[in-house]
């Protein structure tokens, strides 16, 4: 049952799933994508999307692995957005991509109560989405592990804050002194910021501990993040 009343919360997920095309060809590209929403019609998704770069070759090159991916039925170009406020790169062109339902993740957040705060950020082989949502921490915890089962995805929980502002991070008491200090040091360097401005490995050898030890300290100081109230 939905809350009544009282305030959501906003959610990074940075999730990677399986037979999506934006993950693969941002995988063998070096450009990226910007989805603006996706809609069901005759039996597809139709994704909005700003395919970006730094060159126009490189956009170029984007635009033509989206083409040939066997994960897209077609795609058809809209406009350019060269040097566009908000818009990553130095190049950028609109794009519309039809393709498989079932291979995109959207309705398995959305049909859930992740609303889409920002545009969805394709980079890497990753996705990169920022959500509301109007339930208690608990919950969102519980419905981000269906979708990692239902969709066999791998999804982390990169920052949660208060919907208002999107500053107030939500209280660090429960962590641990070591899960804080690896976690505020993550804040400060802008590891949560898109893209990272640091790296994990970066992060471990400031604090000379491994890398697999720091994202430990992480992934359980995000879990107790999204503990109930």
Known sequence: MAREGGRGVRVCLDIWHPDCWTLQVTAETSGGLLGHGVHEIDGLANGRFTAYADT?????????????????????ETDEHDGDVGVPGSAARGIVVRYDLRNS?????????????EPVRMQGGRERWTVLVHETRQTVHERLEEIREERNADIDVELITAPEDGGGMFRTDALSDRQREVYELARRRDYYTWPREVSAASLAAELDISKATLLEHLRKAESKLLGDY
């Open 105 to 117: 993740i959207n309705d398995a957040l959305v049909s859930r109560g992740f609303i889409p705060d």
């Open 56 to 76: 126009t070759e490189e956009v170029d090159e984007l635009v033509a692995a989206v083409r040939a991916s066997d994960l897209t039925e077609s795609v058809w």
